[in-house]
C-alpha cells in the first residue's frame, strides 16, 4: 500500500549505482551569465543570471529555469547572448528569493524541465518541485511564441506524485524530467526529512505523453494521467553524505544525471554540500 492506495498501476524497482572510474567531467570552459538587457529594478530582475536549475534546448537556445528567481532565460550558444524571459511576481512583486529576504516560501521553485516535439512544434515545460503548494505550477513555452510563457497549476498531478511513496518518498521534491518514445520521465531527489516510517527516496516515475498533455490543457476537467515504472535508485554517497538527483538530460548514451550530497534538513532548507558527481543511467533499465 502507498499512501492509502494499492500500487496497481506502477510496477516498482530499485537500482544501485556502481562507481566507474573511467568516467570523469572536464570543466572546459567558465561563461559568466550577464543579462543583454541588464537590470530591471520595477521588475525586480538583477543584472545576472541567479541560478541554473535546469535546462533544455527550445529551437535553438538554450533555455534556462532558476530555482531563486521567476525569470525563463534563454542563451545563445554562438553569441551568448542571454536574454531574460520575465515569469509571474510572487507576494509585493518580488521575482528574487532568498534567505536574507525571508520570502522563499513565495517563490515557484522551477527545478526541472524538458522540451518535447509536438505537431504544433517544440514545447518546453518546467516543473516546479512540488515541495510546497507554491511549488505544484508547470510553465510551458511553445517555440513559435517562446516570450509568452503560461503557467499551469497542476495540484492534482502533484498530490498523486506525492500519494505514492514510493516514488516521492517522505517528502516530495522534483528536480528532473526528460521525454522518451511517448513516456515523461519525472526524478524525484531523496533529500527529504524522514517522516515516522517514510525515508526519502530518489525514483522516477514515468507518465504517458498523450494523457499528460490532455490533462495540462484543462487540468480542471482531465484526471492526471496514471504512474508507471517507479523505479527506486540508491546513489551512494559522497564524503558521509547521500547523494541525491539534481537534473537529469536523455542523449543518445543513456540518461546523464548529476546529483549532490547535501546535509539539508527537508526539501526546502538549504545545507552544507560536500560535493556533487556526475552519472549515466541506461535509457530504459526495467
Not at 130 to 151: F, H, K, N, W, Y
Not at 221 to 235: F, G, N, R, T
Not at 251 to 260: D, H, N, R, V
Not at 278 to 286: K, V, Y
Given at each position: 500500500?502507498?499512501?492509502?492506495?494499492?500500487?496497481?498501476?506502477?510496477?516498482?524497482?530499485?537500482?544501485?549505482?556502481k562507481?566507474?572510474?573511467?568516467?570523469?567531467?572536464i570543466?572546459?570552459?567558465?561563461?559568466?551569465?550577464?543579462?543583454s538587457?541588464?537590470?530591471?529594478?520595477?521588475?525586480?530582475?538583477?543584472?545576472?543570471?541567479?541560478?541554473?536549475?535546469?535546462l533544455?534546448?527550445?529551437?535553438?537556445?538554450?533555455?534556462?529555469?532558476?530555482?531563486?528567481?521567476?525569470?525563463?532565460?534563454?542563451?545563445?550558444?554562438?553569441?551568448?547572448?542571454v536574454?531574460?524571459?520575465t515569469?509571474?511576481?510572487?507576494?509585493?512583486?518580488?521575482?528574487?528569493?532568498?534567505?536574507?529576504?525571508?520570502?522563499?516560501?513565495?517563490?515557484?521553485?522551477?527545478?526541472?524541465?524538458?522540451?518535447?516535439?509536438?505537431?504544433?512544434?517544440?514545447?518546453?515545460l518546467?516543473?516546479?518541485?512540488?515541495?510546497?503548494?507554491?511549488?505544484?505550477?508547470?510553465?510551458?513555452?511553445?517555440?513559435?511564441?517562446?516570450?509568452?510563457?503560461?503557467?499551469?497549476?497542476?495540484?492534482?498531478l502533484?498530490a498523486?506524485?506525492?500519494?505514492y511513496?514510493s516514488?516521492?518518498?517522505?517528502?516530495?521534491?522534483?528536480?528532473?524530467?526528460?521525454?522518451?518514445?511517448?513516456?515523461?520521465?519525472l526524478?524525484?531527489r531523496?533529500?527529504?526529512?524522514?517522516?515516522?516510517?517514510?525515508?526519502?527516496?530518489?525514483?522516477?516515475?514515468?507518465?504517458?505523453?498523450?494523457?499528460?498533455?490532455?490533462?495540462?490543457?484543462i487540468?480542471?476537467?482531465?484526471?492526471?494521467?496514471?504512474?508507471?515504472?517507479?523505479?527506486?535508485?540508491?546513489?551512494?554517497?559522497?564524503?558521509?553524505?547521500?547523494?541525491?538527483?539534481?537534473?537529469?538530460i536523455a542523449?543518445?548514451?543513456?540518461?546523464?544525471?548529476?546529483?549532490?550530497a547535501?546535509?539539508?534538513?527537508?526539501?526546502?532548507?538549504?545545507?552544507?554540500?560536500?560535493?556533487?558527481v556526475?552519472?549515466?543511467?541506461?535509457?530504459?533499465?526495467?
Open positions: 500500500m502507498m499512501g492509502g492506495k494499492a500500487l496497481s498501476e506502477a510496477t516498482v524497482s530499485m537500482i544501485q549505482a562507481r566507474d572510474p573511467a568516467l570523469k567531467a570543466v572546459q570552459k567558465r561563461i559568466p551569465l550577464f543579462y538587457q541588464g537590470a530591471d529594478l520595477a521588475n525586480d530582475r538583477p543584472a545576472h543570471v541567479r541560478a541554473g536549475s535546469s533544455s534546448w527550445l529551437g535553438d537556445k538554450l533555455a534556462l529555469v532558476q530555482d531563486d528567481a521567476n525569470f525563463l532565460v534563454f542563451i545563445d550558444p554562438d553569441s551568448l547572448t536574454e531574460a524571459i515569469l509571474a511576481a510572487g507576494e509585493a512583486g518580488v521575482r528574487q528569493f532568498d534567505d536574507l529576504r525571508g520570502n522563499k516560501r513565495f517563490k515557484l521553485d522551477l527545478e526541472a524541465c524538458t522540451t518535447v516535439p509536438t505537431p504544433n512544434g517544440d514545447l518546453f518546467a516543473f516546479g518541485s512540488g515541495s510546497m503548494a507554491q511549488r505544484e505550477q508547470i510553465l510551458m513555452v511553445q517555440a513559435s511564441d517562446p516570450t509568452t510563457p503560461t503557467l499551469k497549476q497542476a495540484s492534482a502533484y498523486q506524485l506525492r500519494a511513496t516514488f516521492s518518498g517522505s517528502e516530495l521534491n522534483i528536480e528532473g524530467a526528460i521525454f522518451q518514445e511517448g513516456q515523461l520521465r526524478f524525484n531523496g533529500n527529504g526529512k524522514p517522516d515516522d516510517n517514510l525515508l526519502p527516496v530518489n525514483a522516477t516515475v514515468d507518465l504517458n505523453w498523450d494523457s499528460f498533455l490532455a490533462y495540462l490543457d487540468p480542471e476537467h482531465h484526471q492526471p494521467p496514471a504512474l508507471q515504472h517507479i523505479c527506486q535508485y540508491d546513489l551512494g554517497n559522497l564524503h558521509g553524505l547521500n547523494l541525491s538527483f539534481t537534473d537529469e542523449t543518445q548514451k543513456g540518461i546523464i544525471f548529476s546529483a549532490a547535501e546535509d539539508s534538513p527537508d526539501v526546502t532548507l538549504d545545507g552544507r554540500v560536500t560535493g556533487s556526475l552519472g549515466i543511467l541506461d535509457t530504459n533499465p526495467r
